[in-house]
């Protein structure tokens, strides 16, 4: 069977500025991808390019085999796209608004009823389905756009940061729909600047930072690349700035940078152990009042390719 999706060397520039910088990846079917990167990464852009919103300048994407340049309404029966904005009528119900949107995708009048049912208990809203829109909160209306773009029953869905902007309530209900979904067989493109949502959803993940893919492989081949460093956060009474200065030069220590007014995030060999030489370092600069190590994880992957934290 054709992958679910490869897109190949895709460029997009604005002005003199390329926003998206030769990307490629792919995605096979039934797997689910995440795009983890910070905001203005270039996650929207990409997607935009690959559900034939946006004409890239250069390069090509396939989904189910299918061109999109070529085929783009053959391509979109295959995907289910849920934006980062919401795009519902707010004074109709969700069964109504479903109803709406199955009949401008030509889905037969009496096949929706029942689809219409299938959706709204897939994203868990099956009891509220004649409420209007406008009385639900925020992360109900996300659950309400995801279960519009299944209508249709695609074969990959594609979520822009689908938790943004909802309670931890629903966000949690938005992870137990996907990982569901996904586990039903469904392919799936997950962007997100959360770690953990991503790390949880994901069996592969592509790391994005101004434009390009800097990596892409499972949590487990990613964090290899970081050759046993561990991720240590300190936190700091002082001059912050000056003392990641001094932190760099240590022995071990091969990123320092500063994520808050009173915290650096390391990457490091050693641990623990390099501990009383840390705040040996900073001393005089800063005093070290916290310290966490944390197992190598994907933000510390994060760091390790691009220099930088994914919430920068
Ligand atoms: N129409 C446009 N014109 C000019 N610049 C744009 C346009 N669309 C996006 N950009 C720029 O391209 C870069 C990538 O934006 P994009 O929205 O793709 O990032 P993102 O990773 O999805 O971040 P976010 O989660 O904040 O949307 C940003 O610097 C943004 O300002």
Known sequence: MSPALVCEDLVKRYGGKTVVDHVGFHIDEGEAYGLLGPNGAGKTTTISMLVGLLRPDSGSVTVGGIDVAADPVAAKRLIGYVPQDIALYPELTARENLRYFGRLYGIPRRALAGRIGDVLAMVGLADRADDRIETYSGGMKRRTNIAVALLHEPRLLILDEPTVGVDPQSRVAILDNVERLV???MSLLYTSHYMEE???VCTRVGIIDRGKIMA???KRELVAELGGSDRIELVLDGDVATAAEKLRAVEGVSEAVV????SVRLLATGGRHLLPTLIAAAAGTAAVTGVEVVEPDLEAAFLHLTGS????
């Not at 994520?259 to 009173?262: D, K, P, Q, S």
């Not at 934290?309 to 920068?312: E, K, P, Y």
């Open 183 to 185: 586990a039903d067989g």
């Open 198 to 200: 991503v790390e949880r």
């Open 216 to 218: 892409d492989g499972s």
């Open 259 to 262: 994520t808050g007014t009173h």
């Open 309 to 312: 934290t994914l919430r920068d």
